[in-house]
């Protein structure tokens, strides 16, 4: 079911909302109560399965969601936890950033990858932890992205982050890697399609009656679907 407002007001008036896809956390350190937004289940786990002479395991991924507006307005917080299940372990993890995302350089430098590193408890971000790099490719993978080079234990599995300049929508097909002794392990998982922020197709507003009302009156405005709903009026949030 989509979100609905009923309003009632004294006076004559025209209504003018607009509906954007975020809801605003300003700059914090951690999301504490605040929702992460996970709308793709169909690709929400990826394996990657690996070899070492006589042993070979399969290696895991969930995304976890994404924060917008987080940790500052305006970027996105992609969340991940990868598990290293058995041996050979994991010895470095790569996501797929598209290298027409301009990723080259460090997270400084770049126009589109600006941090990443560990997360803990409510979404706590510790920048830079997990030892992450650009890499443009990886040696091992060759994919183009991030790479954590952070070893793991047998049965050990870490959460990791990044954050990117802008509120993007979701791709099914983000490309992961892990690398255990000298294989490496690929998996497709949810990600940014960087082609597409949340304004891209934004949602549609249908009333039902009149938008002009006198004392008494109603109208019920109803939205498209979309990823996260707010209402404002006339610029200011309802």
Known sequence: MYPKIHLEKIRSFSLNFILICSVLFGNLTSLQSQTIVNNCSSTSTATMSVSSGSSSTTHSA???GVAYNYP??????????????????????DFSIPPCADISGTFSGSTILTGAGTWSGSYVLSQGSGSPSIVDPAKQSGLYGIKFSQ???????????????NNYDYSPNTTIAAKASTSVGYGSICGPNLNCNLYCNPP???????????????????????????????????
Do not use: M
């Open 62 to 64: 969930t995304f976890v």
């Open 72 to 93: 500052t307005t305006g970027k996105s917080t992609w969340f991940y936890t990868v598990y290293s299940n058995g041996n050979p372990a994991i010895s470095h993890f």
């Open 151 to 165: 070893g793991f234990s047998t049965n050990q599995s870490r959460n990791y982050f990044f954050t990117l300049d």
């Open 204 to 238: 549609t507003i249908t009333t039902s009656g009149s938008t002009s009302i006198c004392t008494g009156g109603s109208v019920v405005l109803t939205s498209s679907s979309a990823t996260t709903y707010q209402w404002y009026k006339n610029g200011v949030l309802i």
